[in-house]
């Protein structure tokens, strides 16, 4: 029941003393009665609170009465005169100053009448919403059954219940709305709010400069962040309370569904675009299965191509929406991209010829992400760009060298170039498979030589590099007489067909070690 209903029985005696637009149409819930000077931990939005005024007396009475009911947004005041007479200008005007509706009750009313009056129909109501959420259940049943949409649901929940709210995805795309669409701004602070939250159910209080001040009810639809949330403006609805137990659990049952189906797609998509990956930096299948597998995600593997990997700094932060935002941003810039994340970092595909007039990459994903990444920092590697497949291997090794090695503070870093400064770096941007590939060529004849003879030839290559091909050095390290030092270093020679005392072979053979040794 709302206010006026109240003040249209007559055996009650209420009249109104101050209230604000619209004021009389606000639900009540329940009624309090009280003369505490602070009751604020006993109210909450929609009780009506009655009272013989006794706080008035005291020093500063009236602003901590009227200050606590007005901070628990409480549907009105009901003041009973008998004890002080009449109400002081004073509460009328903090009334009136703190948007709090005011009324008077007949002196031959007690306050008992008006609680049994809210109770009973309080009672009544609540039987009359579990009707109506049986029937919302069914319709939602029915509607899930024949594949309904996210918008026919909240629809369908609109329609009984005359409220209106948003869904926004695991990743923080607002996937449907009923009634006016909420600000971005707002989306990603309820997103990032429900993303953080322990609990399924959140109030965001603070929903930013803007956005009207009207706190936001956040259900999460599934057991994590992931499955997404449906949120609902506090102010626009008086009924929330009631639903918060009934129909809005029926509304998150019915998104479940679809949800955790978006979920699994995108798990599913996820181990798909990585089983790419793992075979590009293996090298477990041709060039041309990986061009096919290319061909089946409309990629041209004999055009452009570039590797991305990405970090976020805060390892609670979605792979996911890592994943999404940078899709994102290389679909802007006219390219092809898929994306997956494999134990915290993100890997992206991209493929085509960027158009000529984006802005630099950095600069487009902070201007559509900032919202969302709420000041946290994303690190992107960047590859060079080549053409064809059979130089991906050394591109995904690149892009995660030059995630490795960035560094500055900006929300969005982008390493696009990378300083080498060691033969190790160099080598580490040739990807494991390569680098194995290039010590077994090399070295293999000294291991298969050292397991048949139980020999130390290639402990001896390694004492020997290490020692700058000082032969007296190497052997005091080794403990060897020099001829013996003299005597292994020719066997390794000839097994290797490289001469240690030539720089190019000498180098070969450093290499193959520092391969070997894992760089």
Known sequence: MDIRELLDDAELGLAVIAAAPDALERTVRSAYITDLPDPSRFLSAGDIVLTSGQWIHRDGGVESFIGALARQNVAALIVGTIDIG????????????????????????????????????????????????????????????????????????AAVTGTRGWVVDGVGTLIAHEGPAPAPALVARVWNTVGRAEQPRVVVRDVGEGQGGEPVLAVRIGTSARSGLVAYPLGDQAALPLLGSLALDTLVGALRVETELAARWRDARNEQVASLFEAIRGYEVSPGAISARMRLEGLDPQGQSTVAAARCDDEGFSPDAVVAILERAFTARGRKAIGCHVDGVVLVLVNGVERDDVPPLAEQILDEAHLALEGRQLVVGLSDTISGVSRLNPSVATALERLGSASGSEQVLVSSALHVQSHRELLRMLGDATREGYAHEVLAPLIEYDERHGAELLATLRAFLAGSGAWQETARSLHLHPNTLRYRMARIQELTHRDVGELPDRVDLFLAVACLDGV
């Open 86 to 157: 009449v109400v002081p200008s004073e509460v009328i005007a903090l009334c009136r100053e703190r948007g709090l509706t005011l009324l008077t009750i007949a002196s031959g009313v007690s306050f008992r009448a008006v609680v049994d009056r809210v109770a009973h129909a309080e009672a009544g109501e609540r039987d009359g919403a579990a009707s109506a959420n049986a029937e919302l259940g069914r319709r939602m049943a029915e509607a899930v059954s024949r594949g309904g949409s996210v918008p026919e649901l909240l629809r369908l929940f």
